[in-house]
């Protein structure tokens, strides 16, 4: 090969469908999120951390968790704002493989149960000037209608306060 030689390069879309069972635990949650707009957590009964979502056997000490209801319960969906980040840069959403539209909003909270959760930062027109650290925020739904058991069925959290 020639140095400086120009490498000739195709585009292939592959189409590669599949699905996956969300199980009891996951599921649970995913549904109660889409048909109730509630995040479901459980305690670990061994090591006692809240695990959001909820799994089968805490990762960090391995004790198997009961099953809902059993030790599980619902947030409030409301917490403090603790850090957030502007994202410019073009992503792919692994669901469609479109680019996102961006500039957004991503944010870090503190739920009031002391969960750390992390999603949008919204509405679109928030002024980034006015965030603080510690901003009191809200989950806000998608419409029942649009959602699809994801946790983007959350549309993001809103900021409570001026
Ligand atoms: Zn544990």
Sequence with gaps: MEKNEELLGQERM????????AGPYLGKFLTELRDNGKLWVVRCPGCKRVLMPPRIVCATCYTRVPEFPEGWFSLSGKGRLSDWERVIYPQMDPETGQIRPEPYLHGVFILDEGVTFAHYLGPEDLDEKKLREGMKVEMV????EDREGKLTDIKFF???EA
């Design 14 to 21: 592959l189409r590669v469908r599949f699905g996956w069972s």
């Design 141 to 144: 739904m998608k419409a029942p």
């Design 158 to 160: 809103r900021i409570m």
